[in-house]
């Protein structure tokens, strides 16, 4: 068994599916969906939903087909060592190539589930967002969850901020102030949702703390690397009558030699508002012992117009998540900033139903530690809810680990584990 799902997962990487590639993958599941006695469905958003023709199908099998490629049409090549799975320099692509084996792997046994591929889930949810199959079954198995033995039953919505604040004005340096480049390079970094109760130091907003304790005007600023990241590296140029002090042991402060007779100086209030601005966790849900809701800036960047900011804020709560944007919102435009909202989806609230709790019944069996968890940060599963508000949905899978990076690895044994708990569960139910 634990072969076949393996060999399934082999053959599968062997097909181009980095987001955006979508016909090689929709081509197989084509082919075998014919071998196999299925109806092979394909919306406009290149989505495939799999079923039989005279199903009776009670759960809805998800994965999402496109994998996180760190260079430009990859095809990851696998890596075995004992008892896990990698790549040579590349993401594995086991988020969410495992999920989609699975579900291959039970149309291999002719089971009748219903089978939905959805697509460029790593570029923003794009194919769920715009599903556009029939579904008919009552529950739904999400398998992109990566931690054997924990049910997700509950995730974040999320919803970017931007702020432009184009304030700066040209003034003679009559007061002689120094010039000073400060960086700060090789942070942490992390994901700003499930990393950000980890307390992970944010560089930009330790280069606000720099240059608002040593009165500097800012002249230039760039950093972060990701919406949904913790910024690592950032630079500044700022004028300042007193020599900065660094925040933390990984900045760089360096005293520009060179005078200047006029300096480009932006609002005072940016740096006001990163200084401020309460970043990171603001609340925390006891019941489920995971962040409620959370704000992160993420970049900053100078252009030829002004200086530019975004934010990444999450809830567990659609309403706490409004309340979170707007909020900011006000603060941003209170500080000069022009403001706009984007890359919105909603928070799929926990819901322990019939459901939800047979999974946990039947895992308890497998794995007597499983437990229901909420997660906060984005699931397919968020948008399904929001779409098919009749199904009832879980999330499982195996545990894999740094997804997204080279040092993505999956295990073998958690992989077989878990395709044990999903066969029961499909079996349970029907």
């Known amino acids: 068994m634990q072969n076949n799902i393996i060999n399934i997962f082999k053959e599968i990487t062997a097909i181009p599916r980095c987001s955006g590639t979508h016909e090689p993958f929709i081509n197989h599941m084509k082919k075998l969906s014919d071998k196999y006695g299925y109806l092979c469905l394909v919306d406009t958003h290149n989505n495939i939903l799999c079923k039989k023709e005279d199903s009776k199908a009670k759960v809805v099998f998800q994965s999402h087909y496109d994998i996180v490629c760190l260079s430009d049409n990859c095809v990851p090549q696998i890596v075995e060592d004992g008892d896990t799975l ?224 975004e934010l990444s804020a999450r809830s567990m709560d659609n309403n706490d998540l409004k309340n979170l944007k707007d909020e900011t919102i006000k603060t941003l435009e209170k500080h000069n900033f022009t403001v706009s909202t984007n890359g919105k989806y909603p928070a799929w609230k926990p819901d322990i139903n019939e459901f939800t709790s047979k999974v946990l019944e039947v895992y308890k069996k497998i794995n007597p530690s499983a437990s229901l968890e909420a997660i906060h940060a984005g699931l397919e599963c968020a948008i399904f809810k929001d779409k098919y508000p009749h199904i009832k949905v879980a999330s499982i899978g195996p545990t894999i680990k740094f997804p997204h990076s080279r040092k993505e690895q999956v295990s073998i044994k958690s992989v077989e584990n878990v395709y044990v708990v999903v066969k029961e569960i499909l079996k349970e139910i029907n």
């Open 86 to 309: 990698s790549a040579q320099n590349s993401t594995l692509g086991s988020d969410n190539g495992i999920g989609c084996s699975y579900m291959i792997a039970l149309m291999q046994e002719s089971y009748d589930g219903e089978f939905l591929f959805t697509s460029d889930e790593e570029i923003g949810l794009i194919g769920a967002n715009h599903l556009d199959l029939p579904l008919n079954a009552t529950y739904m198995l999400n398998l992109d969850s990566e931690e054997e033995g924990e049910i997700c039953i509950g995730c974040a919505g999320g919803v970017d901020i931007f702020g432009t604040n184009t304030n700066k004005k040209i003034v003679p340096n009559i007061d002689n102030l120094d010039l000073y480049e400060i960086t700060i390079v090789k942070l942490q970094g992390g994901h700003s949702g499930v990393d950000i109760d980890k307390n992970i130091p944010n560089g930009i907003k330790l280069i606000a703390q720099t240059i608002k304790k040593c009165e500097g005007k800012l002249l230039d600023i760039n950093g972060g690397e990701r919406i949904n990241s913790i910024p690592v590296n950032v630079k500044a140029i700022i004028a300042s009558a007193k020599t900065p002090i660094a925040s933390h042991e990984n900045m760089i402060i360096e005293k520009i030699e060179a005078k200047s007779e006029h300096l480009n100086i932006f609002d005072d209030n940016i740096i006001d508002f990163i200084y401020d601005f309460q970043n990171g966790v603001r609340d925390m849900n006891s019941e489920l012992n995971v962040v409620q809701s959370s704000i992160n800036i993420a970049i900053i960047k100078t252009d030829i117009n002004g200086i530019k900011i």
